[in-house]
């Protein structure tokens, strides 16, 4: 970690990455609901308490057979009862015996086959002849033939999204133990924003920092409150110490260069942040700034990621920067899930790497991305149309069919 203050040298976009899943430390765990725990990270390995089927039942609509013969087409059965889902009969079948079953019907003892009521003739509410030879043990659902009872389901840090919520609560999984959620605090910095269309002729600008991050951490699982703060120092200073006691993650956008209103980082040092670093060779998002408060006799620690102004680096540092930062405090210390592609056009070079919003598609069976207009680090209109954001390397003048790295954005 770098002093109070300190400044180095630009540090590359892995090293960037680096830090920010390596240095924040994991937040406390909670015993949650299942249901309310959505887009939160698993602390505990989870283990089946039941087998999958917990009972052997039928995988369709049909009827429950014994019969040892080898071949069963034209064979007659004398037809006993009738099973639902949720019930059960406690007769034992007998050779050339079946029981009308249903899907999810618990198989009665005796059963050899299910026959499905496509492949079956009904003679009589008492007899039915099969039309089609079926395999021994058709159509029949083991008992913990998906998972048996003591098997792992879930690993720590394993991300509970809707299936994993769906599968977990089919094993009979009520609570389980999660990170909680990043308690986060969002300040975007300046004077500028305009509030109504009559104030864009006294310089400002409509503020597009602001909803672009209530949507982001609304789309990540998170409530955030927007806090809008003036360019003065006092204001600044005031708002990081109210909150570096009380949350995990401040988010600041704009105030981390180094113009004359750019106050983010000295206010920081002065209540306590301590910098892990500042400036990343990268276009956008270059003043980059990661700092960490520490209470250790509190065992807490907040962490400030402070944002550019400028709406496409802040976005995307979010998708690159924050998102990391918000999964290591939940133990999910893995790096961006890069995707390769091919590039479908020349590109000129730039002397810092680059993240460009691009369009990715499929033709004949290859990932290609096309660059999209309006790459300025203060326009968002691509966007529209972006589905990725791709890494360009420096200083390279790239011709089509070049392999380039990228992530998808689906938000």
Same mark, same amino acid.
């Given at each position: 970690?770098?002093?109070?203050?300190?400044?180095?040298?630009?540090?590359?976009?892995?090293?960037?990455?680096?830090?920010?899943?390596?240095?924040?430390?994991?937040?406390?765990?909670?015993?949650?609901?299942?249901?309310?725990?959505?887009?939160?990270?698993?602390?505990?390995?989870?283990?089946?308490?039941?087998?999958?089927?917990?009972?052997? !039942?039928?995988?369709?609509?049909?009827?429950?057979?014994?019969?040892?013969?080898?071949?069963?087409?034209?064979?007659?059965?004398?037809?006993?009862?009738?099973?639902?889902?949720?019930?059960?009969?406690?007769?034992?079948?007998?050779?050339? =015996?079946?029981?009308? %079953?249903?899907?999810?019907?618990?198989? $009665?003892?005796?059963?050899?086959?299910?026959?499905?009521?496509?492949?079956?003739?009904?003679?009589?509410?008492?007899?039915?002849?099969?039309?089609?030879?079926?395999?021994? =043990?058709?159509?029949?659902?083991?008992?913990?033939?998906?998972?048996?009872?003591?098997?792992? +389901?879930?690993?720590?840090?394993?991300?509970?999204?809707?299936?994993?919520?769906? #599968?977990?609560?089919? &094993?009979?999984?009520?609570?389980? *133990?999660?990170?909680?959620? $990043?308690? @986060? #605090? @969002?300040?975007?910095?300046?004077?500028?924003?305009? *509030?109504?269309?009559?104030?864009?002729?006294?310089?400002?600008?409509?503020?597009?920092?602001?909803?672009?991050?209530?949507?982001?951490?609304?789309?990540?699982?998170?409530?955030? /409150?927007?806090?809008?703060? #003036?360019? *003065?120092?006092?204001?600044?200073?005031?708002?990081?110490?109210?909150?570096?006691?009380?949350?995990?993650?401040?988010?600041?956008?704009?105030?981390?260069?180094?113009?004359?209103?750019?106050?983010?980082?000295?206010?920081?040092? /002065?209540?306590?942040?301590?910098?892990?670093?500042?400036?990343?060779?990268?276009?956008?998002?270059?003043?980059?700034?990661?700092?960490?408060?520490?209470?250790?006799?509190?065992?807490?620690?907040?962490?400030?990621?402070?944002?550019?102004?400028?709406?496409?680096?802040?976005?995307?540092?979010?998708? %690159?920067?924050?998102?990391?930062?918000?999964?290591?405090?939940?133990?999910?210390?893995?790096?961006? !899930?890069?995707?390769?592609?091919?590039?479908?056009?020349?590109?000129?070079?730039?002397?810092?790497?680059?993240?460009?919003?691009?369009? &990715?598609?499929?033709?004949?069976?290859?990932?290609? @991305?096309?660059?999209?207009?309006?790459?300025?680090?203060?326009?968002?209109?691509? +966007?529209?149309?972006?589905?990725?954001? @791709?890494?360009?390397? #420096?200083?390279?003048?790239?011709?089509?069919?070049?392999?380039?790295?990228?992530?998808?954005?689906?938000?």
């Amino acid at each position: 970690m770098s002093g109070c203050g300190t400044e180095r040298g630009l540090i590359s976009i892995d090293e960037a990455i680096e830090l920010i899943i390596r240095q924040p430390k994991k937040l406390n765990s909670i015993n949650q609901i299942l249901q309310n725990s959505l887009s939160r990270y698993i602390a505990k390995d989870i283990y089946s308490e039941i087998n999958l089927p917990s009972f052997s !039942q039928s995988a369709v609509d049909g009827y429950a057979l014994c019969s040892h013969a080898e071949d069963l087409h034209q064979l007659r059965f004398q037809v006993t009862g009738e099973i639902r889902a949720g019930s059960e009969s406690h007769d034992i079948l007998s050779e050339g =015996q079946a029981i009308r %079953i249903f899907t999810g019907g618990k198989i $009665p003892e005796g059963t050899t086959h299910v026959a499905r009521q496509e492949i079956v003739s009904v003679v009589s509410a008492q007899e039915i002849i099969l039309t089609e030879h079926i395999r021994l =043990q058709a159509d029949i659902r083991f008992t913990g033939e998906e998972i048996q009872e003591g098997q792992l +389901l879930a690993q720590t840090g394993q991300f509970l999204n809707i299936g994993s919520l769906a #599968a977990l609560s089919m &094993a009979g999984v009520q609570t389980v *133990e999660i990170y909680r959620a $990043p308690k @986060v #605090a @969002v300040l975007v910095t300046g004077d500028e924003v305009a *509030e109504k269309p009559e104030d864009l002729a006294e310089g400002k600008i409509f503020d597009a920092n602001g909803p672009l991050l209530k949507a982001w951490f609304e789309d990540y699982g998170l409530d955030v /409150e927007i806090i809008h703060v #003036a360019d *003065e120092a006092d204001q600044v200073t005031q708002y990081f110490n109210q909150l570096k006691d009380t949350h995990d993650v401040i988010i600041t956008t704009g105030g981390v260069s180094v113009g004359d209103y750019d106050f983010v980082r000295p206010c920081a040092f /002065e209540v306590g942040f301590e910098q892990i670093f500042w400036k990343v060779k990268q276009k956008p998002g270059k003043p980059l700034f990661f700092a960490e408060y520490s209470q250790p006799e509190k065992d807490h620690h907040c962490y400030l990621l402070g944002l550019p102004g400028n709406p496409a680096a802040v976005y995307v540092s979010m998708q %690159i920067y924050g998102k990391a930062l918000l999964d290591s405090l939940q133990a999910n210390q893995t790096e961006p !899930q890069w995707f390769t592609a091919i590039l479908d056009h020349d590109l000129k070079e730039d002397a810092r790497e680059r993240f460009l919003r691009m369009y &990715a598609y499929f033709e004949n069976g290859q990932l290609k @991305v096309k660059s999209l207009a309006k790459q300025q680090s203060h326009m968002l209109s691509n +966007l529209m149309q972006a589905n990725c954001l @791709v890494r360009i390397p #420096a200083k390279e003048k790239l011709e089509a069919g070049y392999i380039l790295k990228g992530i998808f954005i689906s938000n």
